[in-house]
């Protein structure tokens, strides 16, 4: 056994000095123990010191103190003491495929593929696609694999639904369940008034119909009053936040009652208006270890930014944006539970990148780094669902950051990333 462990030092030693990387491949026996770091499980409770994370074959078999975990003699040991692991984070309101850079139109497993990489390798391990998911997402959904490979898992909603009339909305269920969807995703918005709004029969029809065969239903709304009657139709998640005026006492009463989750997207308000100048993200080390000059490009031409300045749709969403915050710290406080996400990977509204900006400006809004953890862990799981995923418990996948900083001092230090793992598995850079 001695032996054993002066061979598995050597090793760790001679290849941390080779590579300059501490983290090793899976052993034979597919054990491996995270020791020394100070745990944060997901489940919102007091981090554990000097924790050992236990996995075999990609799933987390025990969690705890150093002196309650037995580790086996198999076990490749990565030692990571003085770091932070925390779960990885999951946007439960993204989407993937569609764009490569700012440009939309590129759907393809490929592009899907880059984009869960992208997403992973700014530790985000978990992206629920709430809407403009084709045949090819299919495949690649979460609940297919047992082991990602350097991607973040999916869940896909299908098509957006939409329809004049119930009929036509409900073909649209159909086609989405015949794609074989986690979700339902619907949208009742006439974004400020120059669309046709989704009537309250059509929607009440598609919510009984998903409901029926078995889906959560996730919602667009940008209204208090939409978002009211959204619920009392038996919407699961409202997928933006109320924009247009304070919430009130009656409205944070029903949200308790129907137990629905409340996901802000505060960074989809921000790309409504944040390119009407050159954006001080353009300089971030962090955006750019991604995203380089030729893919902003556009967003910095000064004929596109006067135009976006000069947009009344822009200007509303940006008046409206301290009201959005307003309603999440208010919710937040009175215990709704908020689930993280962004609508991310429509064009400028960048993938990996702006999940981090979100957990900032969830920050400015007056919520602690507890609560957004928890809002980008436990509470996106349980409340879309998705299984095996947001906390780091027995059972669940071992997808996992190891942060070189305390993320409960500063949600900044999400930022930073020792190493991003997924099943187990390091993605790479
Ligand atoms: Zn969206």
Redesign the pocket.
Known sequence: MKHTYILVCLFLFISACSSGKIYQTTSDSGYQAFTGATILNGQGGTPIKDGVLLIRKGQVVAVGPRNKVKIPEVAIIEDVTGKFIMPGIING?G?VGDVKGIEPGHYSRENLLDNLGLYGRYGITTVVS??GDKKEAEPLRAIHDSTTTQRARLFIAGEVITGKTPAEALAVVEQNHRLGVDFMKIRVDDQLGTAPKMPAAVYRAVIKRSHQLGYKIAT?LYSLADARDLLLAGSDLL?HSVRDQPVDAAFIQLLKKKKAGYCP?LT?ELSTFVYGDTAAFFQDPFFRREYDSLTIQPLIDPARQSQMRQSKSAQTYQQQLPTAMANLKKLSDQGIPIVFGT?SG?PARFMGYFEHLEMEMMAEAGLTPRQIITAATKNAAHYLGLKNVGTLTRGNWADFLVLDADPLTDIRNVRKLNGVFISGEKVEK
């Open positions: 309101h989407h709430l809407g667009h997928a997207t989809r609508d429509m």
